[in-house]
């Protein structure tokens, strides 16, 4: 059974900074792409970042040079910190494979208040 549990997230001002947190279970963790998504309220999710199997991460323009990507294999575990927070960040954030591939976890609720 894929368990995908996100925590992390929280209310910050614009500016402020918070580090996401993904524990993945019941899957290979280190054969697969992973990847962050969110959705904000009344907007389809969408992928902000997402790290290869050997740890090459990809972003989003809107995140380019603000959040960061990361994976621990060994405790399959996937990271995001988020520096620089924007109120256009506001939304539930997730993880995934990149392919979107099994079913959401519940995510976790970033608000960046200006």
């Known amino acids: 059974q894929v368990q995908l549990v996100e925590s992390g997230g929280g209310l910050v001002q614009s500016g402020g900074s918070l580090r996401l947190s993904c524990a993945v279970s019941g899957i290979t963790f280190n054969s697969w792409t992973m990847g962050w998504y969110r959705q904000a309220p009344g907007k389809q999710r969408e992928v902000v970042a997402s790290?290869?199997?050997?740890?090459?991460?990809n972003y989003a323009d809107s995140v380019k040079g603000r959040f960061t990507i990361s994976r621990d294999n060994a405790k399959s575990t996937l990271s995001l910190q988020m520096n620089g927070l924007k109120p256009e960040d506001t939304a539930v954030y997730y993880c995934?494979?990149?392919?979107?591939?099994?079913?959401w976890g519940q995510g976790t609720q970033v608000t960046v208040s200006a």
């Open positions: 995934n494979r990149r392919d979107a591939h099994y079913s």
């Open positions: 790290i290869s199997t050997s740890g090459i991460g």
